[in-house]
């Protein structure tokens, strides 16, 4: 490691570089020394992805204070960080997607042209890691050389985000072996953006008050500046594995998609299924991921809670893979009740990110127990008691846990290609109109559905929709082009798969009766919804369709040993004409912000809705 503390002459920069450079590829080499002769560092370590070097990188950032050390009777191997008070979540409005072309980025993106973005943000990133360390991070997203893999370098000055790279991807050394000259890869460049003069002291999470998160998907390059926080900093996952790799999969005829993916296995017959679904930010993927049925005749199986890349196989058959290799799981409401499996598997290995610590040197947030400790230090290392009157971890508080540490995780996690997928669903928070459940009437169908797809901001009085966000495929935030052209992507993507294409259908945990209360338990009742969906693709069900898709007929929802009481059985399925028919109105303002980019196939599907509900 270098130890130069002043500027190093560029000569230096390049011997610092090369000098211990675990690769010789070329566009590699030339990469990482023109971002260091940019930025500055006084060091740069090729990360290996080893265990050394994790106990290395973990018990200097205990030393500097960033990381605090748990309890290793309750906690092995675990860590507690917190962050700056305002470095707490994901910046959108900071989030540019930079295409050569503004309609290519589409108007739900911050659009900047990339010569114009790379020109504002080079006075941020020159000398931005002075008095830091530059690490190489190289990482593949799914197995290395997998069919549906791809590959990333990410330089970084932030020890935390090393860390948690090493959890979230397959990084190390195997990776970087992957790149070969004139391969794909994806260039991600990431400084907290808090330089260090000659002898100053370092804060435990630097950052800028300034912060840039952005994304060149012409040249496969993503650019973060002054955050260290989750999906700003971990550009593997929003930014690479979602945004930029949503581009290469329109150009590559694949897709990006922020889905978990499980597998399901009929225990009666042993046959399997493989189900990708779909919901925005904070409505229960991670805790769909790790379902645990309430009925018999299921093993559920985990594959992935966040991201899933979907690629036509040789057989013509859609294949999925979960790129990602840990859990980036919201802490408050995961508890023993709610999502037992998660609980499970932080038993060790954890970064524990703006979470409460306990007088016993353990973990703790709202949701986590029932039972409320007396005492607690709270996110920002404060004294807490219950009398506080606020939350002892912050609400979007966070933990970082290997996959493989999952009691349920499916063996197909491994699975070199991917695995074929049976059934897609999309799913929002609606309390009024959207049933339990429906089949879509066909791909496009289910492309309108996805493409339409959002949740309520305000409660609804009966017989309207509340104002709804929408969030197409909850993709809103993710998508690296234009949203209307992805949707034409897809559709495209179901005229190639034809007959073997996915069947979709939407789903809704959150319908709400008329006195507000929810209708359905959710969490590990799920599993009968699953099943009728299963059964339904494997025939053995028909199904009665209505106006808005397929739903379970009379009797073949299992509703065994759950008390539901038959009035709100009915309204969990009730289709209101006159209210879906509003709905259809907004679906058509929505629409019309994408003008003349939305394929006309959805403008249809419009029209065929309207014309079901008033028939
Ligand atoms: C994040 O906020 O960093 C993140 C990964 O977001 P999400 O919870 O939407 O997956
Ligand atoms: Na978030
Ligand atoms: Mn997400």
């Known amino acids: 490691m270098g130890s130069a503390t002043t500027l190093a002459p560029e000569a230096t920069i390049a ?24 930025t500055r560092p006084e060091a740069v370590v090729w990360c290996d992805g080893s265990q050394e070097e994790w106990a290395q990188l973990t018990s200097e950032m205990v030393e500097a204070g960033t990381l605090l050390p748990l309890n290793k009777d309750l906690r092995p191997g675990s860590f507690l960080a917190r962050s700056h008070p305002g470095d707490v979540a994901r910046v959108e409005d900071r989030t540019f997607i930079c295409s050569e072309n503004e309609a290519d980025a ?107 998160i952005t994304h060149f998907p012409d040249t496969l390059e993503v650019w973060s500046f002054g955050s260290g926080y989750g999906g700003n900093a971990l ?70 809670d966040d991201i899933a890349w979907l690629r036509p196989g040789k057989d013509g058959r859609m294949y999925a893979i979960n790129p990602e ?74 933990f970082t846990v290997p996959i493989q540490q999952t009691p349920t995780l499916a063996d197909d996690w491994y699975e070199q ?24 009437l066909s791909w496009e169908h289910g492309v309108f559905v996805g493409a339409t797809m959002g949740s309520e901001k305000t409660a609804a009085q009966e017989g309207s929709v509340g104002e709804l966000r929408r969030d197409p495929f909850a993709m809103l935030p993710f998508c690296g082009y234009n949203m209307a052209d992805y949707w034409g992507h897809w559709l495209e993507m179901g005229e190639k798969l034809g007959e073997k294409a996915p069947k979709i259908f939407q789903v809704n945990w959150f319908r709400k009766g008329a006195d507000g209360r929810f209708l359905w338990p959710g969490f590990g009742d799920n599993s009968r919804v699953i099943d ?55 679906t058509e303002e929505f629409f019309a912000q994408f003008g003349d980019r939305v394929p006309a196939r959805l403008h249809q599907e419009l029209e065929t809705l309207r014309g079901r509900l008033s028939a």
């Open 15 to 38: 011997e610092l570089v090369r000098s211990n450079a675990t690769t010789d590829v070329a566009e590699v080499l030339t990469w990482v020394t023109e971002v260091a002769e940019l």
């Open 106 to 212: 589409g108007p739900t993106n911050n659009w900047r042209a990339p010569a114009e973005m790379k020109a504002e943000l080079q006075p941020f990133f020159a000398g931005s890691m002075r008095g830091r360390t530059m690490y190489v991070v190289p990482f593949s997203m799914g197995p290395v050389g997998g069919a549906i893999s791809q590959l990333g370098v990410q330089l970084t000055d932030s020890p935390y985000a090393v860390l948690n790279m090493r959890i979230m991807t397959r990084m190390g050394q195997d990776a970087l072996d992957g790149i070969t000259a004139g391969s794909e890869w994806v260039r991600t460049v990431h400084s907290v953006g808090a330089p260090l003069e000659p002898g100053q002291q370092d804060v435990e999470w630097p950052c800028s008050d300034t912060k840039y």
């Open 235 to 304: 550009l593997s996952k929003k930014c690479f594995a979602l945004r930029i790799a949503s581009v290469m999969g329109r150009n590559e005829g694949w897709l990006a998609e922020h889905m978990l993916l499980l597998k399901l296995t009929d225990t009666a017959t042993g046959k399997d299924y493989h189900l990708s679904a779909a919901f925005p930010s904070a409505c229960g993927k991670t805790n769909l991921a790790m379902l645990q049925p309430t009925i018999p005749g299921w093993k559920v199986e985990t594959i992935g």
């Open 325 to 398: 290799a840990g859990f980036f799981g919201v802490a408050p409401g995961t508890g023993a009740s709610t999502n037992p499996v998660a609980m499970e598997t932080l038993w060790g290995n954890t970064i524990f990110t703006n979470v409460a610590l306990t007088d016993q040197g353990d973990v703790w947030w709202e949701g986590m127990t029932d039972e409320v400790p007396d005492h607690l230090i709270d996110w920002q290392g404060n004294d807490w008691t219950p009398e506080s009157g606020r939350p002892a971890a912050h609400p979007n508080s966070r």
């Open 417 to 440: 290609d991917g695995v074929p997928l049976d059934v897609i669903l999309f799913g929002g928070r609606r309390a009024t109109n959207v049933p339990l459940v429906a089949q879509s």
């Open 532 to 586: 009728w969906v299963i059964r339904r693709i494997a025939g053995e069900v028909e199904g009665r369709e209505t106006a808005v898709g397929t739903v379970p007929a009379e009797g073949e929802l299992n509703l065994d040993g759950l008390d539901l009481p038959a009035a709100d059985l009915d309204e969990l399925f009730a289709i209101d004409p006159a209210s879906w028919l509003a709905e259809a109105e907004l």
